[in-house]
């Protein structure tokens, strides 16, 4: 197949990620072409936070409240900025796209814009992969990211057919936020986010994946169950629940250690 990965890297983590997807489709036998995208004006980290400075309130609120975050995330416009003239610009002849970002609170301006600009999109089967700094947290990272994307695609009459979000243990805004996500990571999933990382296990493993179903093409995200119930998820009393379950699991553990199998 004939596919091109077009990406936006601000700090270079997606590009490293693109290229094993590059390596990894070429070792497969597919054909692959590179498209970069950037923004005409250097971006300064600070101004890009504070571009994003309204949503902040709003992913708060959302964690609270499914409802709204179903309406936030259906409904968040995203600035756009001036990008780079492409070099693929029609992208009809390409079997399959895929499109990477690193997250930034929303998708990032640049690939709005790449969304907007890009010819032939229609009736393209399309991936998106993702680098973000924390692990793979349904609502915060997971649904705020690739459901405005398959939103945009299916404007634009092409369809989500796989996705990948990998950390990359790295946050512009410094340690404090690693500390943060570290924490979560450990809470939410009993795993350090090194364990989500682009070179781990579980990365190579989900790379593979991502690039099967991409290939396949036979899921639409958005009709496949995993996703559905992610928009009908309990929010915060799931997240809750799961994170109880699994800061039980080591008391579980050692109770099963020291006296079930003792006595047994
Ligand atoms: C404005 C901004 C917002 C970010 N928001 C998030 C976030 O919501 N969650 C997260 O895990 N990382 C966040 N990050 C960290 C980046 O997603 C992470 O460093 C990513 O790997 C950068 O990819 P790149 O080097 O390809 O640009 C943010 C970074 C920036 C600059």
Redesign the pocket.
């Known amino acids: 197949m004939n596919i091109l990965i077009a990406f936006y ?7 490293e990620l693109a290229l094993l997807i590059a390596e990894e489709l070429m070792a497969r036998g597919h054909e692959v072409e590179l498209e970069r995208i950037e923004p005409l004006e250097d971006e300064n ?1 600070w101004p ?2 504070w571009r ?1 400075q309204w949503y902040w309130g709003a992913l708060a609120l959302g964690i609270l409240s499914n409802k709204y975050r179903e309406y936030f995330i259906n409904n968040y416009r995203i600035p756009e900025v001036e990008i780079r003239s492409l070099v693929h610009q029609d992208v009809s002849s390409f079997d399959r796209i895929c499109i990477g970002c ?4 929303i998708v990032p301006c640049a690939i709005e814009s790449y969304l907007r600009i890009v010819d032939g999109l229609k009736g393209k089967k399309v991936g998106a992969f993702a ?4 692990p793979p947290l349904k609502h915060f ?1 997971v649904e705020h990211l690739f459901r405005p994307i398959a939103d945009r695609l299916e404007r634009r009459g092409a369809s989500l057919v796989s996705i990948l979000g990998l950390s ?1 243990r ?3 805004y410094h340690g404090q936020m690693l500390g943060i ?1 570290e924490f979560l990571s450990r809470v939410r999933f009993g795993k350090p986010i090194s364990y989500f990382g682009v070179h781990s296990e579980y990365g190579r493993k989900n790379m593979k994946l991502f690039l099967d179903e991409l290939i396949k093409g036979s899921t639409d995200v958005k009709e496949s169950r995993g996703w559905r119930r992610s928009f009908q998820g309990t929010g915060i009393r799931g997240v809750a629940s799961a994170s109880l379950w699994t800061t039980l699991g080591p008391l579980r553990h050692e109770f099963k250690k020291r006296f079930l199998e003792r006595y047994r």
């Open positions: 890297s601000r700090t270079g983590y997606t590009k980290m890009l936070l994003t690193g997250k930034q609170t680098t973000w700094a924390g990272e990359s790295y946050h512009e996500f």
